[in-house]
């Protein structure tokens, strides 16, 4: 996902720490040990850690640009792996996926993979966090050159980012993301997919891993879901194997 350092660290200046990064922040300190799956370039960790957190803190990605930036903080263990290579066997109370890391599983089989590695990672009634984009909204529509983003980099280059849908198949938005110049020459572009699942795929591919839902919310003050809800929250309980 992050091509070097330079796309690392503008991440983290385009997706500044937000109320869905309290939200989770507020679980992470409640637990005493954590997987952060897809932690990107670790900031929840390290705000958690800052926010006097004492016990073991895992951040998984198997991106190492990110993971470079992450390891900035050597009082966390950084794991560069996918989710579905994870091994670890009931070693954590909470496993979390923040900023819409369910929707990097794309295809089924990986989908299936990293939830089913990410529950045997969790101790049985540990719980899993997540969100994820609201289909019924198709955010995607405004992912468009008509809605740039005016940045100003770690270097102090002044960058506009443009979004560009390419195409909609079944659940599957890809799209591109373009770092350009103010007057619009391209530095580079990058390509990613998203899978878009509603509430009752989510709740069935969540089901078969081996998760119950126990609450959704459809914001991050723990609002309710509803079919206009931007995001669908999501906290599930690891169920008991074979129960
Ligand atoms: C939108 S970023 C979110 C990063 C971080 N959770 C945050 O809140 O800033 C999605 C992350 O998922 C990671 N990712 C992509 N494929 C993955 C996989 N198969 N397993 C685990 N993480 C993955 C990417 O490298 C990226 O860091």
Same mark, same amino acid.
């Given at each position: $996902?992050?091509?070097?350092?330079?796309?690392?660290?503008?991440?983290?200046?385009?997706?500044?720490?937000?109320?869905?990064?309290?939200?989770?922040? &507020?679980? @992470?300190?409640?637990?005493? &040990?954590?997987?952060?799956?897809?932690?990107? !370039?670790?900031?929840?960790?390290?705000?958690?850690?800052?926010?006097?957190?004492?016990?073991?803190?895992?951040?998984?990605?198997?991106?190492?640009?990110?993971?470079?930036?992450?390891?900035?903080?050597?009082?966390?263990?950084?794991? %560069?792996?996918?989710?579905?290579? $994870?091994?670890?066997?009931?070693?954590?109370?909470?496993?979390? $996926?923040?900023? /819409?890391?369910?929707?990097?599983?794309?295809?089924?089989?990986?989908?299936?993979?990293?939830?089913?590695?990410?529950?045997?990672?969790? @101790?049985? *009634?540990?719980?899993?966090?997540?969100?994820?984009?609201?289909?019924?909204?198709?955010?995607?529509?405004?992912? /468009?050159?008509?809605?740039?983003?005016?940045?100003?980099?770690?270097? *102090?280059?002044?960058?506009?980012?443009?979004?560009?849908? %390419?195409?909609?198949?079944?659940?599957?938005?890809?799209?591109?993301?373009?770092?350009?110049?103010?007057?619009?020459?391209?530095?580079?572009?990058?390509?990613?997919?998203?899978?878009?699942?509603?509430?009752?795929?989510?709740?069935?591919?969540?089901? *078969?891993? *081996?998760?119950?839902?126990?609450?959704?919310?459809?914001?991050?003050?723990?609002?309710?879901? !509803?079919?206009?809800?931007?995001?669908?929250?999501?906290?599930?309980?690891?169920?008991?194997?074979?129960?």
């Amino acid at each position: $996902m992050y091509a070097d350092d330079d796309a690392a660290a503008l991440y983290d200046l385009l997706n500044p720490w937000d109320a869905s990064d309290d939200f989770y922040l &507020s679980y @992470v300190l409640a637990a005493s &040990s954590v997987l952060d799956v897809g932690c990107g !370039t670790g900031r929840l960790l390290h705000r958690a850690r800052e926010a006097g957190h004492g016990g073991r803190l895992v951040g998984l990605d198997p991106d190492p640009a990110a993971l470079a930036r992450a390891r900035r903080r050597a009082d966390v263990e950084w794991v %560069e792996r996918t989710a579905a290579g $994870m091994t670890w066997e009931g070693e954590f109370d909470l496993a979390v $996926m923040a900023s /819409n890391v369910f929707q990097v599983f794309v295809a089924d089989e990986e989908l299936r993979a990293s939830l089913a590695a990410t529950r045997a990672a969790i @101790v049985p *009634g540990g719980r899993l966090v997540l969100g994820t984009r609201n289909p019924r909204v198709r955010a995607w529509e405004g992912w /468009n050159p008509a809605n740039p983003i005016d940045v100003v980099d770690h270097q *102090g280059r002044e960058l506009r980012v443009l979004y560009q849908v %390419e195409s909609v198949a079944g659940d599957v938005v890809t799209f591109t993301e373009t770092t350009a110049t103010r007057d619009g020459r391209p530095l580079r572009v990058d390509r990613a997919s998203l899978r878009f699942l509603d509430v009752h795929e989510i709740d069935t591919v969540l089901g *078969g891993a *081996g998760f119950e839902v126990e609450t959704r919310y459809g914001d991050w003050s723990r609002g309710p879901l !509803t079919t206009g809800s931007d995001n669908i929250v999501v906290v599930a309980a690891a169920k008991e194997p074979h129960a």
